[in-house]
């Protein structure tokens, strides 16, 4: 799904914004085709609104036992409006399950929350991505090297 998507529109709220704006830095580095929802639900819809069934929606909701609205709102527009949507969760409990397209489950952690096994996931889809579409990926990190580089960004 990630792999055809024209966009790849991502939402995390509360405490699975890290690992959302984490999955849209190194997508970016590879591809030109995810933007992420920074602000909260107020204009959350902005976006949304703009999406079809060429786009994915992929959301990152977790918690235990409690879980972002916002996020579970997303997922619901998606289904209702034909936007295929990918849901990352830690638990088969989380209210988003019941309307995402897909639903990809990382462990839950036991004695205190942790965002690593999320960040695995994500790492494994960015770098299935780039070997999927090589030539596209090495193409855009070139280009950014020399940007980086040319604008003392980096050594």
């Known amino acids: 799904m990630l792999a055809n998507a024209r966009r ?7 405490s699975s914004k890290a690992a959302a704006l984490f999955f849209q830095s190194m997508l970016n580095q590879l591809f ?5 929802a920074l602000d909260g639900s107020e204009t959350l819809y ?3 609104v703009d999406l079809g069934p060429e786009d994915v929606l992929f959301c990152i909701s977790l918690g235990g036992p409690h879980y972002a609205k916002t996020t579970a709102r997303a997922v619901g527009f998606a289904a209702r409006n034909s936007i295929p949507s990918i849901l990352v969760t830690n638990a088969p409990t989380a209210p988003a399950v019941e309307t995402a397209t897909l639903t990809l489950y990382v462990a839950p952690t036991q004695k205190h929350y942790s965002l690593v096994p999320c960040l ?3 790492e494994s889809l960015v ?4 070997q999927r579409n ?8 070139r280009k950014l090297e020399e940007v ?8």
């Open 127 to 130: 770098v299935s991505l780039g």
């Open 8 to 14: 790849i529109f991502i939402v995390g709220m509360r």
């Open 148 to 155: 980086l580089v040319g604008e003392n960004v980096t050594y």
């Open 46 to 48: 902005d976006d949304l």
């Open 134 to 141: 090589r030539k596209e990926a090495q193409k855009k990190l």
């Open 120 to 122: 695995t996931l994500l």
């Open 32 to 36: 030109s085709n995810a933007t992420i």
